[in-house]
Structures are given as C-alpha cells and as structure tokens.
T-cell receptor, first 112, second 114 residues
C-alpha cells in the first residue's frame, strides 16, 4: 500500500519554465490537497479538491493551476515558474474534508 | 484570518522525561485538532487527532483539548531521542458552504537529549 505518491522528488527549473507535479493516492480518498512549505512560514494550502470533479483555491493559489484527473490523481501545474515558487511541495489526501490528512513524500523545487 | 500559534522552540528535554507541546488557536468555532510529527527533510505524519474536550491517549502520546481556553496540547511520556522532530499543530474550522479550512501552526522543534 503506497499511500500518497508524488513525482518528481526533486526538480530545478529556470525562471519562466513550466512543469507539472504529479500526485496519486491509492487509499480511495475523496479529498486531495497541495501544500507548500517554506522556512518560517509553515504549511500553506495552495489548492484542494474536496471530491472528484471539484477544485478550490487555498491560501496561496497565485501562479498555480490544478487538475483533479480522477479520484486517484491530483496534479499541480506551474505555468511560468518564478524564484518565489522555490519551496517544498506536499500533496495530501483525506477520506473526506473533515478527516485527517495523509501526506506524500514531497517535491523539492528550486527555481533559478 | 484563522491563526494557530506554537512556540517555535527548540524545546529540549532529557530522555525519559515528559515533553509538553502547546498550541493555541484563534477561531472559537474550530472543530477538530490534529498533531503531526515531521522529521527533518521528511513529510508530516499524523500522530493524533482529537475532537472533544478532555484527554485522548495513544501509547506514549496524550492529546489534551480545552475549547474554552482555545488550547490544545500534546504530551509525550518517556521521551526518546527518536521523538526529536518538529511537531505541527493543525486546526480545522468550518468555513461555510460545505467547506472546511485546515490551518497549520509553524511547528515546535523538540530535541530529546540522551
């Protein structure tokens, strides 16, 4: 049972490049989330999907887009990367919106 | 803006002692409370959650909730060096229209000294 799987684990981008972070869960969870974690800032919600077919903005959505491809998969896209998007990104899932979160292993992204 | 406050630490305790980690929150209507442990360079992992006032025990961990004081704590008994990590408090509140907001504190770094 893999839980929440994120790819890639590490990525270096140049300013202006685009990329998609992939996330998949095998726990049959309804809700999925994307967070970023920066030193001194804690975990901040970028986007979430309460259920398949829905997505909503979180605290820091600017510069990002998401797609809930199906119940298992939730991707995060950076259309034009900026140095301010250098961070560690975590995908998480939960059975429902009021259930505990289970996190993936994270993607460390550096934008130069 | 809902806020969750934690002392950043580091909190240092000797091996075998009780570690007490505290968290306060601003939204009186908050409904569920979570503690996550995060080792350096790793992802957060759920330790405990608590929904009702009082204590909830799981092995060496006890979560305590006092909604009147807007305060939640985590006690770790018989602390071990392997407990050294950052502990994140998270508070979930209903934000209307079927939506819930989960707010994380910035975490308290715990160091257990052998």
């Amino acid at each position: 049972n893999a839980g929440v799987t994120q790819t890639p684990k590490f990525q270096v981008l140049k300013t202006g490049q685009s990329m998609t972070l992939q996330c998949a869960q095998d726990m049959n969870h309804n809700s999925m989330y994307w967070y970023r974690q920066d030193p001194g800032m804690g975990l901040r919600l970028i986007y979430y999907s309460a259920s398949e077919g829905t997505t909503d903005k979180g605290e820091v959505p600017n510069g990002y887009n998401v797609s809930r491809l199906n119940k298992r998969e939730f991707s995060l896209r950076l259309e034009s990367a900026a140095p301010s998007q250098t961070s560690v990104y975590f995908c998480a899932s939960s059975e429902n919106v009021d259930s505990p979160l289970h996190f993936g292993n994270g993607t460390r992204l550096t934008v130069t | 803006q809902k806020e969750v406050e934690q002392n950043s630490g580091p909190l240092s305790v000797p091996e075998g002692a009780i570690a007490s980690l505290n968290c306060t929150y601003s939204d009186r209507g908050s409904q569920s409370f979570f503690w996550y442990r995060q080792y350096s360079g790793k992802s957060p992992e759920l330790i405990m959650f608590i929904y009702s006032n009082g204590d909830k025990e799981d092995g060496r961990f006890t979560a305590q909730l006092n909604k009147a004081s807007q305060y939640v704590s985590l006690l770790i008994r018989d602390s071990q060096p392997s407990d050294s990590a950052t502990y994140l408090c998270a508070v979930r509140s209903y934000s209307g229209a079927g939506s819930y907001q989960l707010t994380f504190g910035k975490g308290t770094k715990l160091s257990v000294i052998p």
